[in-house]
């Protein structure tokens, strides 16, 4: 994946609509195809006109076997800067720079627009944005994100957690107990667990005793919940099941014991855990007997879930390909998308990837036309949630938690 500029590439095209051209090949014989210059996903700067029926526009385009040129940015046109819905006839398609393309832009490396575009510049220094007090003891603390609230528990022993609606205002809530809190929500309700306490919310501000588990939970393990049916993990094979928010729990066996990185995790609807090596487990319901193996590519060192929904892993070791999993057995390599350290996560925010590494002070952004390297003055991330546009995370020690945004990432010279 590339931006290429070349000369001599005009084309036409009868596509009809806003959808992606369809090229029909070269205008003649003084002028070359995009194909003879673009491999599948390159994107180029192009111009669009139709003589007979008026109508033009210029923008970035991304370039597809087979003769598709998808209208990716829309620099500007004849219908009021947006993709012309062009009438039965023909096109003129060619390869050029628009006066928007030529001049570098600076952007918000962390907005919409950068995220699309070419980084040209690297002196920035990715310190993270403000940080916001949660009240919570000074250990490191861990995010969860739902039912619109962001709810935050620390690793030291703590009888409260922390929630906000908006990442910046926390307010202590009580728990029934002093302990290692994590907590978790499953579209509807909230769940927090130690050892073998659990306390549960309807709304993350009144929190309430409920049955407590068979067994001791797993001290790093996050809760699991999916419409109703909610998961902890205990040890080896044994896992606690609920579907009636803690008012009752089942004990459950796993086909094989977890492995020390991750949790279980949800994706497309499923429970999903990694064993060892390159097995993991999925089932719909949690239940013995229901879990269905996938191989992954790798054996991983990190697993996470994104800002999107989907489940990141990647192997040990700087440069080393970050793979994902939007549904519960496929996966996939993130292209153009290398880690920066030793199981450094990635983190998504409109559109814009990033990795942040206090080892080697420095941080990878990561935009649909190319990545660049950074500095880092700020502390890795190793918690995070997302709303409104927002992503919060939380450094690795400290009580606080910083938040990434267009508003207050640093901006960048993009093309």
């Known amino acids: 994946m590339a931006r290429v500029r070349a000369d001599r590439v005009y084309e036409t095209s009868t596509t009809t609509g806003t959808g992606a051209y369809t090229l029909a090949g070269a205008k003649n014989t003084t002028f070359r195809a995009f194909s003879a210059v673009c491999a599948d996903a390159d994107t180029v700067p192009y111009c669009a006109f139709d003589t007979a029926n008026g109508g033009w526009e210029v923008g970035i385009g991304t370039w597809g076997t087979g003769g598709i040129l998808t209208r990716t940015t829309i620099s500007a046109s004849s219908n009021a800067n947006a993709a012309v819905s062009w009438a039965a006839g023909t096109r003129e398609v060619f390869l050029t720079d628009s006066a928007a393309n030529v001049a570098p832009r600076r952007l918000p490396i962390f907005s919409a627009e950068a995220a699309a575009a070419t980084p040209v510049s690297n002196g920035e220094n990715i310190a993270l944005g403000r940080a916001f007090p949660t009240g919570l003891a000074s250990g490191t603390t861990y995010l969860s994100y739902g039912n619109s609230l962001i709810v935050a528990t620390t690793i030291t022993s703590d009888s409260n957690v922390a929630t906000s609606p908006d990442g910046e205002t926390f307010t202590l ?73 803690g008012t009752s729990w089942s004990t459950e066996t796993l086909p094989a014991a977890m492995g020390p990185n991750g ?70 390599a993130v292209t153009g998308i290398t880690t920066l350290a030793s199981a450094t996560p990635l983190y998504t925010l409109n559109g814009t990837r990033a990795t942040f590494s206090t080892t080697y002070g420095e941080a990878g952004t990561y935009h649909a036309t190319g990545s660049m390297m950074r500095a880092s003055s700020s502390s890795q991330a190793t918690g995070q949630a997302v709303t409104n546009g927002t992503a919060y995370v939380i450094p690795s020690t400290g009580g606080n938690v910083i938040t990434i945004n267009e508003a207050d990432s640093q901006t960048a010279l993009f093309e």
């Open 173 to 245: 809530r009580a728990l029934t107990a002093s302990g290692q809190w994590r907590a978790a929500a499953d579209g509807n309700n909230h769940l927090a667990k130690t050892g073998t306490t659990i306390n549960i919310s309807t709304n993350g501000t009144v929190w309430s005793a409920a049955t407590a588990l068979a067994g001791t939970s797993a001290i790093n393990s996050y809760p699991c919940g999916i419409s109703g049916t909610w998961l902890v993990y205990g040890s080896t094979t044994t896992v606690y099941r609920s579907t009636n928010h």
């Open 263 to 332: 949790g279980i995790f949800k994706v497309n609807g499923y429970f999903w855990y990694w064993n060892t090596g390159a097995t993991a487990y999925y089932s719909a319901t949690g239940s013995t007997g229901s879990w269905t193996s996938v191989t992954l590519p790798i054996t991983p060192t990190a697993i996470w879930v994104d800002t999107d929904g989907a489940i990141y892993f990647v192997n040990n070791g700087v440069g080393m390909q970050v793979y994902t999993m939007t549904d519960q057995d496929t996966y996939a």
